[in-house]
């Protein structure tokens, strides 16, 4: 965008986690892109049901596929692979996209409203 200030993030690990609202896959897939372009390095993971459902969208495989290409690496996609996550401090930040109001409420607690 015309002004628009750009924020450099050269080396910053980014856990990139997709999950299950194919319909928004697209447009998860241009902010993983621009991350990229930005000098992020993605940890591609997905959910077990992003991984393994096809849909209009796209089969699985296009998706694991396309994540991994923007990535540059494999895509964890069971428990066991993330585990390391956290202990191995293999993230800076996470992103979870595409995140749906009612996965958020879903998760709302009384401490954190």
Known sequence: MKGEQRMSLDGIR???????????????????????????KLVPIMSFNAASISTR?????????????IAGRKVIRTIEEAEPIGPKKMCDIMVVAPVSYTHLRAHETKANL
């Open 57 to 69: 969208f796209g089969t699985a495989e296009e998706n694991i596929k396309r994540l991994e290409t």
């Open 14 to 40: 980014i856990g990139f986690c997709m999950t299950g609202s194919f319909c928004t896959f697209e447009k998860a897939f241009a902010a993983a892109e621009r991350l990229v372009q930005q000098g992020a």
